[in-house]
């Protein structure tokens, strides 16, 4: 039996993700492959660099430390310049690359200690791309480079931008690297906001992550029969803006509850009366 973890995008949403690594990692669930999207890229390069107890605690202190001026460092004339048509994005990479340089354990993604694939998208053909080998920081900046905020990566004489334009979960990766069980881990969106987004980047991750979890809805519906796949609950409900990082220690620890909640109450594991998968669907809270 094959495991895969398919870990999605949703910025700093991406914290949930951490509470439910240390659920499974309390319940003997480990991964033989990795398949990362976006945020979900930097998650699962950081996991693949050390899977046990210090890992996912050095994981937990990444986000609790984080700022969105540390990964959207705020740049005025690169700014002015996308604006203007003159660049091609308005934010520039280099907090995301200090970021990933500073913490991962690896230089090239075939050298990851747990196989690591990451999902980005050719903007010129709007295909999505694996990358499964070549320099890491490359590969996983092209994953988490939002169109239009961060620039494009060349790699092998394709520009590339965030997996979650086309495949914001990707199980179909999942399943074409052999794996037999495909674990989800869905940051979910926003359902419960009490006021808009704050600023044009709030504005566009909260859309963004609305349209790219109905995606993921239709993907768990398409694959949940032909293989074994399990999708834990994406918080409901969340209140917390995609582009606000200030929440961490919050979402990691909802996520971690919740998630123990349901592998221990679901029998089998991994199915229950009550679909994840629903959650992922549009909907609101009075």
Known sequence: ?????????????????????????ERDVRPDLIVG????????????????????????????GLRRSRVFRPAPLTGLGGFLGLRDHLVSDRGLRALIRNHLAFDRLEDAPIPLHVIAVDILEGADVRLSQGPAEDAIVASASIPGLLPPVRIDGRSLVDGGVVDNSPIAHAVELGADRVWVLPTGYPCSLDVLPRGALGMALAGATLAINQRLALDVERYSSRVDLRVLPPLCPLGTSPADFRHADDLITRGRAESARWLDETHPPGHSESDPAELLAPHGHS
């Open 37 to 64: 999207t976006s945020v979900g890229a930097l998650n699962g390069a950081w996991l693949a660099g050390g899977y046990d107890a210090q890992g996912l605690a050095r994981l937990a202190g990444i986000w609790r």
């Open 1 to 25: 039996m094959t495991t895969a973890f398919v870990l999605s995008g949703g910025a700093s949403l991406g914290a949930v993700q951490v509470g439910m690594l240390e659920a499974l990692w």
